[in-house]
């Protein structure tokens, strides 16, 4: 519960610390992890700092020297460890401390199964992912280089990458590369060069070394920085048989700091030999294309319509006569059949013409109200017929039928 406190009755220090001691006692036994600080040993005790591996936090230690020595000589300064311990409040001084009833290391294998953890984690959030990383520029105006001081890895970056191309420039971060403050300087270093608007890639460097000197570049708040860095980010830690979590997280993986520089600043003699062989393929393709387009106009003026266009003219004209005269052979002859058949059309209605009969002295005999009279026998006598000759017609009075005589 909440004190019940005011300017004109307050408590005294004694009751908020043994209030506040109360508290953290029913806190019971705890296990904790964290790396060992500030070891010191004075008679039969034990003092050190637990410090906590992401955060910028810790708590005192304080244990028996048996209880520290049956540890083992793996409790040193930096070391990971569990510790089994009990919250104590020293009330006379108002300081919080861990009473550790048992330390017990962290191994390699167990170091390397919470590795594995984590990096199952931070795979399954999507921070390794390929479309993720992005591509290093061209060849970047300023270099940020993150690394040990005096380091070899800090000598391979800066000499390499100026053999490569001398006019290159960089920002220096010296950090500690291991140990317990190793994390937090890199990180701090990070976010001064990523706020850098100047700095157009960033190198973290780091030579070889054993697994546990490697831990930092493998430590989740590390990892998670990078990954929200707005600068493209270059690892290249230790050797290429390392991988610590930081060159998954990274855009681009080097197998060596000396490979960083190399993937980082183009090599200003390779640059100078391709632009050599831009120019002359450049300079082949322009005469080529220049000695095609010349070739095709001399083609083009050697031919006959260039070379004497009146000739052609000529020729247009004799093929324009060809045909006129073939066309008038055609409508000519078509005009003589067209003559031809009418003549035989005209004769043949001719031949079969009722009135070419009646030329010949036929005549055609009709009653008054047109019939034709094609037998003798059905005419009366003195019925008025008249009888249609080649030029006129006659109107006669019937007799009657005549025998008919010899012909």
Not at 141 to 165: F, K, P, T, Y
Not at 233 to 240: K, Q, R
């Amino acid at each position: 519960m909440a004190m019940e406190t005011t300017a004109e009755s307050p408590v005294p220090v004694r009751t908020v610390l043994q209030a506040v001691g109360g508290w953290i006692g029913k806190l019971g036994r705890i296990w904790v992890e964290g790396q060992i600080t500030d070891l010191n040993a004075r008679g039969g005790t034990v003092y050190m700092t637990l410090r906590d591996p992401v955060a910028n936090m810790s708590v005192r230690l304080v244990g028996q020297r048996g209880v520290v020595e049956a540890a083992g000589p793996a409790v040193t300064d930096g070391a990971r460890v569990v510790v089994h311990a009990k919250p104590d409040f020293w009330i006379n001084r108002g300081t919080f401390s861990l009473s550790v009833l048992e330390i017990r290391p962290v191994g390699v294998g167990e170091l390397l199964a919470r590795l594995e953890r984590l990096k199952k984690t931070l795979a399954a959030e999507g921070l390794f992912r390929p479309e993720r990383k992005r591509p290093l520029p061209f060849l970047p105006g300023r270099i940020g280089l993150i690394c040990g001081r005096d380091s070899d890895a800090e000598h391979d970056v800066l000499q390499n990458a100026r053999r490569r191309w001398p006019a290159v420039a960089f920002r220096v971060e010296n950090t500690a590369v291991q140990g317990t403050y190793a994390v937090g300087e890199v990180m701090t270093a990070l976010r001064a060069l990523d706020a850098d608007p100047e700095i157009d890639v960033i190198i973290i460097a780091r030579g070889g070394g054993a697994m546990e000197d490697l831990l930092p570049f493998s430590d989740e708040a590390l990892v998670r920085a990078v990954s929200a860095a707005r600068t493209p980010v270059v690892s290249a830690i230790g050797h290429e048989q390392d991988t610590p979590l930081l060159d998954l997280v990274a855009d681009v993986r080097a197998s060596t700091p000396t490979d960083a520089a190399k993937k980082t600043v183009p090599d200003v003699r390779e640059q100078l030999q391709l632009v050599r062989q831009l120019r002359d393929r450049g300079r082949r393709c322009l005469a080529g294309g220049v000695e095609r387009e010349l070739a095709w106009l001399k083609s083009v003026r050697s031919r006959p319509a260039l070379a004497d266009p009146v000739r052609e003219i000529e020729r247009q004209a004799e093929q324009v006569t060809a045909l006129r005269d073939r066309s008038r052979r055609c409508l000519s002859g078509a005009l003589d059949r067209a003559g031809d058949e009418l003549s035989h059309t005209r004769a043949r209605l001719l031949a079969l013409s009722p009135a070419a009969t009646l030329e010949r002295g036929y005549a055609i005999v009709q009653r008054e109200d047109g019939a034709v009279v094609r037998d003798a026998a059905d005419v009366r006598p003195g019925e008025g017929l008249t009888v249609r000759v080649a030029s006129g017609r006659l109107g006669v009075t019937a007799a009657g039928p005549l025998d008919d005589g010899p012909a």
